[in-house]
C-alpha cells in the first residue's frame, strides 16, 4: 500500500505544477518512502514476529499518506480548485498527522534492536510517549487556529475544541520531549550493558540519530555560503532525509547486512562532516575578510577564499582525524600509532622487520597471532626463522597479506574481536610496508644458508671423492706398480752383472714404473675423465658403451668450456648410473645440446620411477653441481612411467671457449 501511495505521490505532484514540491525534494520524499517500506517488509519477512518491521511499514504508510495529502490538497485548491471532493481533509491530514512519526520513532528507539523493552522503566516511558503522541495528534486535529499557508482561508472539517484546551498544549508537547529524552537514555544504558553484535545494532542507531543535527549544520552551512537553496525547502529535505537513512539504518543492524562497517561508517561521518564544516566556515570567514578588503563581489576574494581552503585541507583533515580516533575510536587509534612509530623506527633503522609479528600481536591483544611468509620460488610459507611450516590443521583464522596485488604472507590470528571490527585489517594494511620487508630479509635469509650448505655439501663431496681416489690409488694401481718396480729391482739383481743392455733396459722399465706413479698421484689430486680430451659427445657416447642396458645418445659435436663439460658428464654419468641400478629400465636415452642459451642435459628412461630427491646423497649431490655452475636441475619421475632428469647449465662462455680451441 505504502509503495501504491507513493506512485500516487508523484503522479499528484505533476498535476499541481507550479504548486508542487520542487524536483529533488519530491525525489528525497520518494526515497524516504520507499526505503521505509521495503526494509519493513525485508525485516518482517526474514524476522517473522519482530515489530520493527511492522513499526517501519507504518512509518512509510504515514509518509506515504502525508505525501498524498500534501500533492491532493495542492492540485484540487491551488492548481485546479474544485476538481476533487474534500481537499480540506487532505489538508487536515498534511498538516495535524505529523505527531504521529514522533510516536514511530519512539517505538522503535525503545524496542530496537531485539524487539523487547530494555527495562521495566521503559514500559512506563513507552506509555507516556504514546499517550503523549496521541493527545498532541487529537488536539492538532480539532485545533480551533486556521490552517497555516498557503491554505489559511481553507475551512476547518473538524469542529475546534474550547479554548481552555490550550493549556494542554504545553503539556503534551513536553510530554513528547520527556518521552523521547527518557528513550534516548534506555538506548544509552542499553548500549552501556551490551556486547558483541548487539552493541554494534545500536551503534547503527545512534549513527541515525547523529547525522540529524551533523546533517543539519552542513546544509545550513552550504545554505550561507552558496546562497541558493530557501530554508523551507533546506529544513524540508533534511526531514524528509532524516526520515529515510534511519529506516535504512535500523534494517541494516537487524538484518545485520554490513554490520560491521558502522565503525568506519561513522568515523568517516565524523571525520568528513567535521571537515565539512570547518572548512565551510573557514570560506567563509576568509571570504569575507577579503571582501571587506578588497570590496564586496570581488573575484579575488572568492579566490582566495577557495585556495585558503585548498590549501587547508590535508593538514586539517588529518588533525580532525586523529581527534576522531582518539575520541570514538582509541584502540583504533592506539594500535594504528603503534604502527607508525615501528614503522619510523625501521625507516631509520633502529628497528628489525622481523619484530613486526609481536607488535601486531601486542596491538590487537592476541598473544597467539603468528606470521607466515610466502616464498614465490618454492611456492611455500616459512616461519620468520625461514623454516617450512605446514598449517593445514591449524584452527586459527587467516588473514592474506598482499602489496600491490602480490601476495606477500598471511596472519594467523584468533577471531578478532566484534567490539573492534576492522581494526585487524587496517593494522595489517598499516604494517604491510614491514612484513615485505622481513619476507624479503627471510627469503635471502634462507637462500644463502641453502647456498652455504649447498657449497659445503660439494667441497665434503669432492674432498670424499679425491679421498676416496687416492685410496683407491694407493691400494691399488699404486701398490702393484710398485711391486712391479720391486720384481724388476730383484730379476735385475738375479741376472749376470756383466750384462749391460739387460741392466739398463731394467732401470728403464723401473724409471717408467716410478713415473706412472708420479702421474697417478697427480691424477689423485685433480681427478678429471680422460674421455673429454676429444669433446663432451666422444665421452658420452663411450659412456652409453659401456652400460648394460641400451642407450640411445643424441649430442652435439660443440665444444664448451672444460669445467662445463666435466659437469655435463659426470651428471650424465650419476644418471645413467641410477637409470641402471634403481630403474629396472630396459630402455634408456641420453642427450646434451645446447638451448636458449644453456648446455641442457637429460637422462630419461622407461623404468619404474617413484624416484625422489630425498632418496639418497646421489641426487642432493647432482643438486649442488649444478648449482654450482648457477643452473637448475629438474626431476619428473611418476610411478610406472619412467624417470626424467633435466639438468640445464648456462654456457654464456661456450663462444669464447669454441674460438679458443679453433685458435
Known sequence: MALGLGAFVVVLDVLAGEHGEAWWLAAIGLSAILVSATIGLLVTVRRDGHPIGWLLLANGLILATTGVAQGYSRYAIQEDPGALPGPEWAVLWEQSAWPLLFGVILAIVLLFPDGR????????????????????????????????????NVDRPLPGLPEAFGVVWPIVLLAILASLFGGVRAVRRRFRDATGIERLQLKWLAFSALLLPLTLLVCLIGAAVAGGIEDDDAFGGLFLFMLGVIPASIGLAVLRYRLYAIDRLINRTLVYGGLTIMLGAAYGATALVLGTALGSGSAWATAGATLAVAIAFRPLRGRVQDLVDRRFSRARYDARRRIGEFLEELRAGRARPEAIEPILGDVLSDPALELRFWLPENEIYVDARGRPVDDSDDERQRTPVERVGVPVGVVLHSPPSVERPGLLDEVVADAGLAIEIARLRVELRRQLEEVEASRGRIVSAGYEERRRIERDLHDGAQARLVSVGLALRHAQHELDATSDTATVALDGAVDEVALAIEELRDLARGVRPAQLDDGLAPALRELAGRSPVPVEVSTSAERFPGDLEAAAYFIASEGLTNAVKHARASRISMSAERSNGNLVVVVADDGVGGASEADGTGLRGLTDRVEAHRGALRLESVPDRGTTLTAELPCERAAAANAALTQ
Open 117 to 152: 523493552l530494555p527495562s521495566p522503566q521503559a514500559r512506563w516511558i513507552a506509555i507516556a510517549g504514546g499517550a503523549a503522541v496521541g493527545g498532541f495528534t487529537v488536539l492538532s486535529f480539532f485545533d480551533p487556529e486556521p490552517f497555516e499557508s498557503p491554505f489559511e
